[in-house]
């Protein structure tokens, strides 16, 4: 068998280390093609070590870049249009992940995504992309690869609704006044997950849950009415789908992200794969169930329905929620802030025109300055 060679995206991040490692589990069937990363050079280098690369890029450290390196943003398009790489693995954090996808797509490679802020900025443009060039995307995302996983070979007609499930976050149990002052290092307290600090802080405010209602959207085909969204605060069941017979599949795991990342590499078929610890249904116990608190957590309602109104309004959303989590992180303004910068950057940008990236970009770079204006 000849192995396939996989380009890592963001490969200093939480995904990109937790892929390596499935990776170095299954070096009979994987190579690693490419690496890139932001700015961890010391990682980057250990890395290329021990994984070979033949092309290596970091877009932001000019200072300790090794003769060989690529450097700047265009080494992300290099590394996911390589003829040696035929898997991309995006595990960049947020929007700056979406020229990748649509390079890789339209050269007719799979993106194995866990960048989901490329399916909300640009989900229209990608779906096209993929068309042209023969592309295809497989999510890494463990609820959208449990829904896959559910679907197998059936048609999209055969689905009545999927239900989504969330941990519910750290905040799951605090009242409206306790979570206007939650902290950082409070919001970074994720209970069942370990991840970067972006999606951690997503995973808080909720708006992780409304990305993924929008992922879920287009990877699926489904319209905003059959997708749904539940608490389960284990992370046990990954999510549901219900087909048209009223028969519900769901998917178990523990709450590990590299059983996703494997199956994004390797769908339709299965690895065997030793690495993840065994499934206990007994130690899994209970497994519970809540509504989702909805007044609690506006950045839920308000992605939801940036995604329904469509155009400019998702790529606004996920600005304007990029930008007030690094401020949150800077310490600079209040969780509470978070929606309300949302809202605000909604409110005057959300009926941009959102066709074309170059519109959507705009749109993006308008609400990361409407934020940066209103603190
Ligand atoms: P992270 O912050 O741990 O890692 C991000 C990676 O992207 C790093 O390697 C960093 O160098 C790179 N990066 C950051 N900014 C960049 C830029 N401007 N240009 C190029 N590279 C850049 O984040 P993460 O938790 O690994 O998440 C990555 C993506 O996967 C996010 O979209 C997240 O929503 C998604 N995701 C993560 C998890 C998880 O368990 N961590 C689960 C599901 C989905
Ligand atoms: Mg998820």
């Known amino acids: 068998m000849t192995r396939q060679g996989v380009a890592v995206l963001g490969s200093t991040g939480s995904i990109g280390t937790t892929a390596l490692r499935v990776i ?152 409206e006044q306790r979570l206007a002052d939650a902290t950082v290092a409070d919001a970074l307290r994720h209970p069942t997950w370990t991840m970067g600090r972006k999606i951690t802080i997503d995973s808080a405010t909720l708006a992780n849950k409304a990305l993924e209602v929008i992922e879920a959207h287009f990877l699926f085909g489904l319209p905003y009415d059959r997708i749904e969204v539940v608490v389960h605060p284990q992370s046990i069941i990954h999510s549901f789908v219900e087909f048209v017979d009223g028969s519900v599949v769901a998917q178990m795991g523990l709450p590990n992200m590299e059983l996703p990342v494997l199956y994004a590499l390797t769908h339709p078929d299965r690895a065997p794969d030793d690495g993840v610890e065994p499934f206990d249904p007994v130690k899994a116990s209970p497994m519970t169930f809540e509504p989702v608190g909805y007044a609690r957590f506006p950045a839920l309602r308000l992605g939801i329905d940036a995604g329904k109104r469509g155009g400019a309004a998702p790529a606004v959303y996920n600005a304007a929620n990029e930008q007030a989590v690094a401020l949150f992180l800077g310490g600079l303004i209040r969780f509470g802030d978070i929606p309300r910068a949302i809202a605000s950057s909604l409110d005057k940008l959300g009926d941009m025109a959102g066709e074309t990236r170059e519109e959507l970009l705009a749109a993006d770079s308008c609400a990361r300055r409407l934020v940066m204006e209103l603190f």
């Not at 979406?98 to 989900?123: C, F, I, P, Q, S």
Request: glycine share 10%; charged share 25%.
């Open 24 to 175: 170095s589990r299954q070096r009979h069937r994987f190579r690693v093609a490419a690496l890139t990363a932001n700015s961890n050079a010391a990682l980057l280098r250990q890395q290329e070590t021990e994984f070979a690369p033949a092309y290596v890029g970091i877009v932001n450290s000019d200072e300790q870049r090794p003769g060989g390196w690529h450097s700047g943003a265009e080494c992300l398009i290099e590394a996911a249009t390589r003829d040696d790489a035929d898997i991309v693995l995006n595990a960049i954090v947020g929007a700056a992940g979406l020229d990748a996808t649509l390079a890789a797509v339209r050269a007719g490679k799979r993106v194995a995504l866990a960048n989901k802020e490329t399916l909300v900025v640009a989900g229209a443009l990608v779906e096209r992309a993929c068309r042209e060039g023969g592309g295809e995307i497989v999510p890494v995302d463990s609820e959208h690869s449990a829904i896959l996983q559910c679907i197998g070979t059936r048609p999209r007609s055969d689905v009545r609704r999927i239900i989504l499930t969330a941990s519910g976050g750290p905040f799951r149990e605090w009242s």
